[in-house]
């Protein structure tokens, strides 16, 4: 069986992950926990393991993708990372989302749920559908 820091360092072979997402790994690998402790501060003194270079680069990977911050953020907690601030426009990314995902002949109804499913903010979405699809558009 191998040691907690060299299954530790296998782990963060394959991608980078979170000192949560190691911790859970040597723990159902069986690891005692003094074991694991000591191969996390290990692996943080080397700088295997960073949790918020991590969340900044996942954060910036998801926003990419066309996520909003309440769905990036969902996805810092569910990986045990810290939060990130965003910077910039929420309603100008929301605005490119719907853009790149080529949602905006859907109609203003549509595009609101997707960007809301997305994690958009309710404010941001409201402004991009009324900037998109003014009310006087419909008449």
């Not at 996942?58 to 939060?83: N, S, T």
Request: aromatic share 6%.
């Amino acid at each position: 069986m191998k040691t907690a820091l060299q299954l530790g360092v296998d782990l963060l072979k394959r991608r980078d992950r979170s000192c949560y997402e190691v911790r859970e790994a040597l723990e159902r690998a069986g690891h005692p926990p003094e074991e694991i402790a000591a191969a996390l501060a290990r692996l943080s003194e080397r700088g295997y393991l960073n949790d918020a270079r991590l969340a900044e680069s996942e954060a910036e990977r998801l926003r990419g993708k066309g996520w909003g911050p309440l769905r990036v953020a969902a996805e810092m907690q569910k990986r045990g990372l810290p939060p990130v601030e965003f910077q910039g426009d929420e309603a100008e990314d929301a605005r490119l989302a719907l853009e790149e995902a080529g949602r905006i002949s859907q109609g203003p109804a549509r595009a609101a749920r997707w960007l809301l499913s997305r994690g958009f903010n309710q404010e941001a979405v409201e402004r991009v559908v009324s900037e998109l699809f003014p009310l006087d558009s419909f008449g």
